[in-house]
């Protein structure tokens, strides 16, 4: 049961990031819920479990863009094993500090995603991408951040109630 | 402190495998030719349903909007438009004449008619999951005949190219994409150059010589050149073009034809 209801919001986190969400990019840019929830899970699920999901989640992001597969299975995979191993160490309610991580788990995406193509790959990148596109995307994700996160936790609270299971942590 | 180290060594492993897993599937996915993985067909196939659902319902929402707009500005559309009819059927009539002409001279002439390509009508159901590519996924796939590197366009223009194909989707890579090269030409003067994507919603008309006479305002087609796009596909028009002193080349900005912002029927051109 766990497992089919974090299955159906990744559904419908990805449907809503690849159809109407596009209607409110500013500059061309647009939240990544994906990055929001492995956010969510790196620091909300028992032990090492969040970096499992993070791997899931990029994963599923690099089959459903037109990149190069694995940046996104890289970047995920290690932004959950960061908050993952933090956890204990973060204080996580308030806005203030959810803002916080978000941005820094975006700078940290937008920086990977430029180290692989760049230095590894010699791919190409908009020129603009480090400091006119990648401070929009941390400060928009960061926005969108808590509004996701209170949705989150409010389904992790209703989930840990109805459905014992060993994934999720208590507080 | 033995647990805690052992747990240590745990998560060092677990992250040196999820590094190693990603730079094979980034090498992986380099060498092999554009034919999905198993599991990426998987997930486009899981999701691509709900993306539709998701798709109609936005489109039905803001035809909602869009309808009320269009009844407040039809109008002075209405009289803007019965102006244009006016002077339209002069030049209709000027034009049937130069048709005629031509007609004539054509018969003088044996030409091959060219083949009219068939087109199929697709539908965008996604859009790309990152930040960082243009591309955007249509509910057509190998089933019905549509395989990587058919160009596809609306009817301002030419959007883009297939890259990858599943059994009922595609993914199209758009032509704002920075990994994204059109060889083209302007329709006027004939100079060619590499239309290329920016990651932005412009692109750049490349390796136009500095003494190429060109103006703002300019339409630039597809040259046929790189047998993706046929010749005379429209792409855009120029925006802006700055010439540098010491440059080779000069720097122009086409806006593409396409609304890419408002993708939503889409022409596949078979081969």
């Known amino acids: ?171 | 402190m033995l647990r805690k180290r052992i747990k240590g060594k745990r998560l060092i492993t677990l992250l040196s495998l999820l590094i190693l897993f990603s730079l094979v599937l980034m090498t992986l996915n380099i060498k092999r030719d554009q034919s999905p993985f198993f599991f990426e067909s998987l997930i486009v196939t899981i999701i691509s349903p709900v993306q539709v659902v998701f798709t109609q319902a936005v489109s039905s929402i803001s035809g909602v909007f869009e309808h009320y707009f269009f009844v407040v500005n039809s109008a002075r559309e209405n009289k803007e438009l019965r102006m244009q009819i006016d002077q339209l059927s002069q030049e209709k009539n000027e034009l049937t004449e130069r048709v005629k002409q031509q007609e004539r001279i054509a018969r003088l002439i044996p030409n091959e008619e060219p083949q009219a390509r068939q087109l199929t009508v697709a539908t965008v159901i996604g859009r790309d999951a990152t930040q960082w590519s243009k591309v955007v996924f249509i509910d057509k796939g190998t089933k019905q005949g549509v395989y990587e590197n058919l160009a596809v366009m609306t009817n301002a223009g030419v959007i883009g190219h297939i890259i990858q194909s599943t059994g009922t989707t595609s993914k199209v890579l758009l032509i704002t994409d920075s990994r994204s090269a059109v060889d083209s030409l302007f329709q006027g003067s004939r100079v060619t150059g590499v239309a290329v994507g920016t990651g932005t919603n412009a692109v750049k008309m490349k390796y136009v010589p500095m003494n190429a006479k060109v103006e703002v305002g300019d339409p630039i087609l597809s040259s046929g050149l790189g047998g993706i796009f046929p010749k005379g596909l429209r792409i855009g028009v120029v925006s802006q073009i700055i010439k540098m002193k010491q440059g080779l080349f000069q720097d122009i900005t086409v806006n593409p034809s396409a609304d890419f912002s408002r993708l939503e029927e889409v022409l596949v051109l078979m081969p």
């Open chain 1, 1 to 171: 049961m766990f497992v089919l209801i974090q299955f159906l919001i990744l559904v419908v986190l990805f449907s809503a990031q690849t159809t109407f969400l596009e209607n409110f990019s500013i500059a061309g840019v647009t939240p990544d819920l994906a990055l929001i929830f492995v956010v969510f899970c790196g620091i909300h699920f028992k032990g090492s479990r969040g970096i499992g999901m993070g791997f899931t989640v990029g994963l599923i992001q690099d089959c459903l863009s037109g990149g190069l597969l694995g940046v996104n299975t890289l970047s995920k995979s290690l932004i959950s094993f960061f908050f993952s191993t933090l956890k204990d160490k973060l204080m996580v309610e308030g806005l203030l500090p959810i803002f916080l991580f978000i941005i820094t788990a975006s700078l940290l995406d937008g920086i990977i995603f430029y180290v692989v193509l760049v230095t590894l790959f010699k791919g190409a990148v908009p020129g603009s991408f480090l400091f006119s596109s990648l401070p929009i995307y941390a400060i928009y994700n960061g926005c969108v951040g808590p509004i996701l996160f209170y949705f989150l936790d409010l389904n992790r609270k209703w989930v840990l109630h109805k459905i014992p299971n060993p994934y999720l942590r208590q507080s």
